[in-house]
């Protein structure tokens, strides 16, 4: 019942920008933390971004400075705006979330993945 769902990516030129956006639907009592990861082929899985239920953010030190993530309780969506992107950033970009479904504990959710290129 629970899902995740993320636009926005696509191809971009190196040092160009893209925003990110996942949205969560269903049956939700709550959602605690918020984040992006991101899958290279060949790479495992790794932590880009993160927000806490009261605003608390957590970069990757290769993305610090460059990536912003915010959320927007209402829409019950979190956004990943990405500046000055280079060809090592090309990757899946995977939305996740701890939520819990009515009625039950938390859980961790991923959304299906969008990719992200990054290529002149």
């Known amino acids: 019942q629970v899902q995740l769902v993320e636009s926005g990516g696509g191809l971009v030129q190196p040092g160009g920008s893209l925003r990110l956006s996942c949205a969560a639907s269903?049956?939700?009592?709550?959602?605690?933390?918020m984040g992006w990861h991101r899958q290279a082929p060949g790479k495992s899985r790794e932590l880009v971004a993160s927000?806490?239920?009261?605003?608390?953010?957590t970069y990757a030190g290769s993305v610090r400075g460059r990536f912003t993530i915010s959320k927007d309780n209402a829409k019950k969506t979190v956004y990943l705006q990405m500046n000055s992107l280079n060809p090592e950033d090309t990757a899946v970009y995977y939305c996740?979330?701890?939520?819990?479904?009515?009625?039950?504990?938390?859980?961790?959710?991923w959304g299906q993945g969008t990719q992200v290129t990054v290529s002149s």
């Open positions: 996740n979330a701890d939520i819990s479904p009515s009625g039950y504990a938390p859980y961790n959710y």
């Open positions: 269903g049956s939700i009592f709550s959602i605690f933390n």
């Open positions: 927000i806490t239920n009261g605003g608390a953010t």
